[in-house]
């Protein structure tokens, strides 16, 4: 069964499309077969493992279609790369009645959302997440960016995706720790106003989760729910700021990190749990509310174990990101669990002091 979801953003609107073994006829889609040329921006890993199942989908699009593939580590989300596979774009004559197809996770996603949103000033997106973090977070709402040294997502854009396409498929030998990833980021749905996610992942642990039953319905729900939100604010101007949740902290500890020794999923839950202490040390949170967010962590064993930070590092880090300014934060915090509010700007020092007593 195929699970069609609508969502729009502005003058943009696409479907998403969450189901299992579908692949080939998803590519039979107008989206796609209307397309002169076919831009296949794939995860190197992910190619290898199903590069056969990929290719055989491409029933007639094949002699349209050419593969670049990219090294997925974060540090490959480059400006640098990005003006490598432009080039290749102008080699193989893409023009603006060509699409990119990104297949892999979030970095994939971001790399070639960023890569065909700027190219001859914009072709289209069309997004194949395989990973559990994509499906339910970066491959909705058209956020598309590359890194710079001194942090994530800096350069970057809005360019809503034509089409998403999230066959459950890809994730049959997802790591143990990706699908954690996954599960971070619907856990913050769950904390910002998703209540059936929130009881969803209680009713559930790490083995069960990964049932078709459940994933898919972990999946739908989190692709209604951000889908909604983007759909109010598509660039942020207020209400879509509450899905930073965890993040300030997260990108901030991923960059101070190098990208390195830590995931995307390690990185925000480890912001999530700061964030809800700092909502309890503010009287916003009970310590019974901060206690059912804490179990559902542990649970889940969210929270990397011998994670060594460098507060200074990190802090310094936060200071780069485009939310903030002078010596605040500017944070998002719960008023109780499913009651985020925005622009709640905390001083450095605070963070520090949380950060120190509880990391």
């Known amino acids: 069964m195929i699970h069609t979801i609508g969502a729009s953003a502005g003058a943009a609107s696409y479907e998403i499309l969450i189901g299992n073994y579908f692949l080939h006829d998803a590519f039979r889609r ?19 493992l199903y590069g056969e199942y990929v290719r055989t989908a491409l029933g007639d699009i094949r002699g349209r279609s050419f593969f670049l593939t990219m090294d997925d580590r974060e540090e490959n989300k480059s400006y640098i790369h990005a003006e490598r596979f ?13 699409i990119v197809i990104g297949i892999g996770g979030g970095v994939v996603g971001d790399f070639a959302g960023f890569c065909s949103g ?38 970057g854009l809005f360019h809503q995706p034509a089409l ?44 069960s989760i990964r049932n078709v039953e459940a994933i898919s319905a972990l999946v739908s729900l989190s ?45 925000v839950a480890e912001g999530l749990r700061i964030k809800i202490e700092v909502s309890r040390r503010m009287g916003l949170l009970t310590d019974s509310e901060a206690g059912r967010v804490n179990a559902l962590l542990k649970r889940y064993e969210l929270i990397p174990k011998g994670l060594d930070l460098d507060f200074e590092r990190v802090i310094r880090h936060m200071e780069f990101d485009k939310k903030n300014f002078n010596d605040e934060v500017n944070f998002v915090l719960l008023k109780g669990l499913g009651k985020p509010f925005i622009n709640q700007r905390i001083p450095f020092d605070l963070l520090k002091q949380t950060m120190a007593d509880t990391c």
Do not use: C, W
């Open 30 to 48: 107008r989206e796609v077969t209307s397309a002169e040329r076919i831009v296949f921006i794939i995860s190197a890993r992910i190619d290898e």
């Open 86 to 98: 432009l080039e290749k774009f102008i080699a193989e004559k893409v023009n603006r009645k060509g």
């Open 223 to 267: 692709v209604r729910f951000k889908s909604a939100i983007v759909e109010r604010d598509e660039k942020e101007a207020g209400l879509r700021s509450i899905l930073n949740f965890g993040h300030t902290i997260g990108h901030a500890i991923e960059s101070s990190m190098g990208y390195r020794g830590v995931s995307h999923g390690q990185a």
């Open 118 to 155: 700027v190219y001859m000033r914009g072709i289209p997106v069309m997004h194949v997440p395989t990973t559990l973090l994509a499906m339910v977070d970066s491959s909705i709402g058209g956020k598309v960016a590359v890194n710079l040294t001194v942090g994530k997502n800096i350069v």
């Open 164 to 207: 998403v396409i999230s066959d459950l498929r890809f994730l049959e030998s997802l790591p143990e720790e990706e699908l954690k990833n996954g599960i971070v980021e619907s856990l913050k749905h769950g904390l910002i106003g998703d209540g059936a996610t929130l009881e969803l992942l209680e009713a559930n642990d790490l083995r």
